[in-house]
């Protein structure tokens, strides 16, 4: 299907690249710009560009301004018991005064470290060092701070998942056996919802983490297990179809030149099926993003998710522009962590040394 | 109402209860409460945990957390708060049990709950009462409707308080020929608010439903079906029809007035006036190895209570703007000031005065008295919580494993021997309030008696009945 919307003109290996892509590979890879171009390539070349400019800015624009419009128009027709829905006006003024809210809470830090700071030296130049205090800041967590938790959140959750599921993804690409083995467990697995896993994460980190001040805050682990258990499985898939779909050439030659296992791997395993293991981690970041919010909102733990929730708590009548505009913030971050692997992605296929 | 609005804020109302209730205890003549003062603890020296974590719910009643952090008290104690809201009261229940938590913003039923070992087990203690009154219950605008003719009317033609249930007993025959149950909300099963509502609707004489050994659902041989759902999406799940009405604490029974969509019908004040509710609860073995740290937080909560009720209000306005921040209650500003600043709306129009409708400090609002404790043990036993019989000594062993006043008075006293708070507000007693009336049926109770009080109701598990799924059995 990804080979139909090559372009001749393309570089080859990023003809490869498509060429070699697992179903779920190709489904990703698969864009509408090259369609464009091999249309294009008939016209004449100004008619080209004019094209080209249309397709990457005109359109999105007029996509972008048609929705605001609607959501303007519409949005004050539904009726809540909060008001009606708040239109884009009032999602920009709730992401101002979001923005204040974090300048204030910064502006309060400060005071609190200064104030801190002077009482110190106070307790100092009266002979009582035992009043020095050096205590953190304990403010509410603003929206920037909540944003921050998030991505940290889904960063070691995600780091984990690729951690556990490519060395177990090779293994099932190179043994069929172990595929056989490992197949029903992944597909009965890979549907679980994050909502399911977390009371047993949660139980089974409240059982392990006992220290009265542990290394990471549970909630934290929490929160990053749940990711890392729901976005292993297209990592581990995608590496395993990438793994056993090697040209059986190649690992002939690696059998003439009598290649070690360690050589095997590195040389021709490895590089071979890299653009399907990062298409898999793609995805994967992108299930990862998705389980973090819906893990935050029920579990409580801190980051966006939680946002969300505590302000549909507040039932205050600025809730619902605040939610929405952590909807929109929600959406760019995984917007752009998506492109982040995209790059990340191109850049694994055109580097291949096989 | 009327009654207690004028006691409220009033010192020498204040120390003639005290006088009453310490006769009363006085002349109770059980050996376990025999009018021996509970002595304070001594909690002297560092403090061991400065940096702490504490929950709570999105519920007006927490304000003595939010004021002793806003108002610097915590700070003043040495004490670095974090304030974290939690989900729902299993979600915070549980963060005090793992430890993410240090303590709590808590309904009273829970560590005794989680002590006896109903639900979570666990070895949690309430050194400190939050606040006295602060919920009501509200049905929904078409109930209302069907029992607002009936009502009897005041000169002025509102509705003659305190409303009884009775009123909805043909509304729930009316729901149960037409074969849909009569649901209604309460926040957790073994918070105060289902306790209250269960006392309203058996008083009215309608049955709340029991529960039974391995059932937590608890609504066997029910009338009217109880489930539970957080507060803050109580309104939610009334507008959504799931529910016919809840009792729950504010801001979330005035937010069913600003949306039209409910009517709170009676507080918790006219259902027994002035009972006890929130704790502050935290794990038993967190006080035992940091008992300054503990000692300071019960300090900084003790000033924030006496703040919140200084000079008769004056200062409920500043909260109201304090709580209705984002990170604490987060409602609107006037959704909050429309039950703490001394009035209560029942419907629009029909605001009345509430004085006592949140009371923080005065009346010994902070003292965790043993018989409060057993109150909701009886309560409990009542509707099957408890399975079995239980004897007196077994509520007052449990009452006095949970509720710490030692604890409080170790705090309070140190308060009064630096003149920050007055020696009256502290009270000398035995933890045991004596025989208290101001009950809606007119039953009275002594927590000395916990037995003879659970042989008063009509509706409710009596000396040796257990309830199976099939329903109520024994004599």
């Known amino acids: 299907m990804a080979t139909a919307y090559v372009d001749p003109d393309q570089p080859a290996d990023a003809a490869v690249a498509a060429n070699d892509s697992s179903p779920t590979g ?110 953190e800041y304990a403010g509410p967590p603003t929206f920037l701070d909540q944003i921050f938790t998030s991505l940290q959140t889904v960063a070691l959750g995600f780091v984990l998942a690729t951690i556990f599921a490519v060395p177990i993804g090779l293994m099932a690409g190179l043994s069929t056996r172990f595929n056989a083995a490992i197949n029903p ?26 220290s009265a001040d542990p290394l990471l805050p549970k909630a934290f682990v929490i ?14 898939i995608n590496t395993a179809v990438g793994t056993s ?20 791997l590195t040389k021709l395993v ?16 992108g299930v990862g993003w998705m389980v973090l919010i819906a893990a935050e909102m029920l579990a409580q733990n801190p980051g966006l998710g939680k946002f969300v929730w505590d302000e549909f708590q507040n039932g205050s009548s600025q809730s619902l522009a605040r939610i929405m505009f952590a909807v929109i913030v929600i959406g760019l971050i995984g917007f752009l962590l998506d492109r982040g692997m995209m790059t990340l992605q191109s850049l694994a296929s055109k580097n291949r040394t096989v | 109402m009327k009654k207690l609005s004028s006691f409220k804020f009033d010192r020498r109302g204040v120390v003639a209860a005290v006088l009453a209730s310490a006769a009363l205890a006085a002349c109770g003549g059980s050996p376990e409460a025999s009018g021996e003062s509970v002595v304070a603890a001594s909690l002297d020296g560092e403090i061991e945990k400065p940096n702490l974590k504490f929950g709570f719910i999105k519920l007006t009643d927490m304000a003595p957390l939010a004021i002793a952090k806003e108002k610097g008290y915590f700070a003043e104690e040495g004490l670095n708060v974090t304030l974290e809201p939690q989900a729902n009261w299993k979600v915070l229940l549980d963060g005090v049990i793992g430890g993410q938590l240090d303590g709590a913003h808590m309904l009273a039923g829970q560590p005794l709950a989680a002590t006896i070992g109903y639900g979570t087990k666990a070895d ?14 509200t049905l929904s605008n078409k109930v209302w409707d069907m029992i607002k003719a009936d009502l009897p009317k005041g000169e002025d033609g509102k509705p003659v308080h305190p409303i009884s249930a009775e009123h909805l007993k043909p509304v729930v025959a009316e729901f149960e020929s037409q074969g849909k149950p009569f649901n209604m909300g309460m926040v957790f099963p073994v918070s105060t608010h289902n306790y209250e509502l269960r006392y309203w609707l058996a008083a009215g004489g309608l049955k709340p439903g029991y529960y039974s050994d391995g059932d937590v659902q608890g609504v066997i041989d029910a009338d009217v079906k109880l489930s539970v759902t957080p507060p803050p999406q109580m309104p939610a799940t009334l507008e959504a029809g799931t529910i016919e009405g809840y009792c729950v604490g504010e801001p979330w029974n005035q937010a069913a007035v600003f949306k039209e969509i409910g009517v709170p019908v009676i507080t918790d004040d006219q259902i027994w006036n002035d009972n006890p509710e929130k704790v502050f609860g935290l794990r038993e073995d967190f006080a035992e190895k940091y008992p300054a740290t503990t000692a300071a937080m019960l300090r900084a909560i003790i000033k924030a209570q006496q703040w919140l009720d200084a000079d008769g209000g004056a200062n409920r306005k500043e909260a109201v703007e304090i709580l209705s921040r984002p990170n604490y209650v987060g409602a609107d500003e006037e959704v909050i000031a429309a039950s703490m600043t001394g009035v209560f709306t029942f419907e629009p129009g029909d605001t009345r005065e509430a004085e006592g409708f949140n009371i923080f400090f005065d009346k010994f609002a902070g003292y965790p008295y043993y018989s409060d404790a ?27 494993a949970v509720y710490r006043p030692d604890l409080y008075l170790a705090a309070a006293n140190s308060l009064v021997e630096d003149g920050v708070i007055p ?53």
């Open chain 2, 423 to 475: 020696a009256e507000s502290v009270p000398d007693t035995d933890g045991f309030r004596g025989e208290q009336a101001g009950f809606i049926d007119g039953v009275t109770y002594d927590g000395s008696k916990p037995n003879a009080y659970l042989a008063k109701f009509s509706i409710g598990l009596k000396q040796g009945q257990t309830v199976t799924a099939a329903g109520v059995s024994g004599t």
């Open chain 1, 26 to 135: 190709k489904a990703m890879l698969k864009d509408t710009a090259p369609v464009e171009a091999s249309i294009a390539a008939e016209a004449s070349p100004a008619m080209l560009k004019l094209k080209a400019i249309g397709t990457a800015i005109l359109w999105p624009v007029v996509g972008i301004i048609a929705f605001i419009g609607l959501w303007a128009l519409l949005a004050p027709q539904v009726d809540t018991s909060l008001g009606t829905l708040p239109g884009p006006v009032e999602v920009g003024e709730a992401g101002i005064s979001l923005y204040g809210e974090y300048s204030a809470a910064k502006e309060a830090e400060g005071a609190f470290y200064a104030q801190q700071e002077a009482n110190n030296q106070a307790a100092i130049a009266a002979g009582n060092p035992g009043g020095v205090r050096d205590f």
């Open chain 1, 270 to 285: 490895l590089p071979a099926s890299l653009p399907y293991i990062f298409t898999g981690m793609r995805l994967s970041l």
């Open chain 2, 124 to 137: 949690l203690i309430a050194p400190l009462s939050l606040d006295l009154n602060g919920n009501a219950i």
């Open chain 2, 374 to 400: 057993i109150w909701y043990l009886t309560q409990m036993r009542r509707w099957g919580q408890i399975a079995d019989d239980k004897d007196d000594n077994w509520y007052f062993d449990t009452a006095k």
């Open chain 1, 185 to 210: 467990l992944v597909q009965i697995m890979k549907p679980v919802s994050p909502l399911a896993w977390l009371p047993i994460v949660t139980m089974v980190i409240s059982a392990m983490i006992t």
């Open chain 1, 245 to 264: 779909s090697i040209d059986k050439d190649l690992l002939n030659v690696g059998k003439v030149l009598r290649l070690g296992w360690f050589d095997k």
């Open chain 1, 223 to 236: 929160s990053a297990l749940v990711v890392m258990l729901c976005s292993l499985w297209p990592t581990l």
